[in-house]
């Protein structure tokens, strides 16, 4: 099994920038498409972005040009940096794998989350 923990969240105000990074073991890194996910209270979880295993990227229309998914396959790591942060962008995030194209099968492997806080 692939294990994912993610870390990197916190508190931000508006405007403001955070960098996650999810750490993955156990799996062959390089073969799989990650992803993020995230969950706001009360809300169904809802697709952030995904990068293929040769880097090409794709986003949710509401976090597109803000936030930008990067891998070091070396590292097992992959990263979502987040600009220009809007409350409602509040949630806790999740690292998944594998995230393939369309979503047409859901992720087999998540982390626990990280709680990213936006408010003034």
């Known amino acids: 099994q692939m294990h994912l923990v993610e870390s990197g969240g916190g508190s931000v105000q508006p405007g403001g920038s955070l960098n996650l990074s999810c750490s993955a073991s156990g799996r062959p890194f390089e073969n799989y498409a990650m992803g993020w996910f995230r969950q706001a209270p009360g809300k169904d979880r809802e697709f952030v972005g995904r990068i293929s295993p040769n880097g090409v990227t794709t986003y949710a229309e509401s976090v597109k040009d803000r936030f930008a998914i990067s891998r070091d396959n070396a590292a097992m790591m992959v990263y979502l940096q987040m600009n220009n942060l809007k409350p409602e962008d509040t949630a806790t995030y999740y690292c998944?794998?594998?995230?393939?194209?369309?979503?047409?099968?859901?992720?087999?492997?998540w982390g626990p989350g990280t709680q990213v806080i936006v408010s003034s």
């Open positions: 998944a794998a594998p995230v393939v194209s369309g979503l047409a099968r859901a992720p087999e492997y």
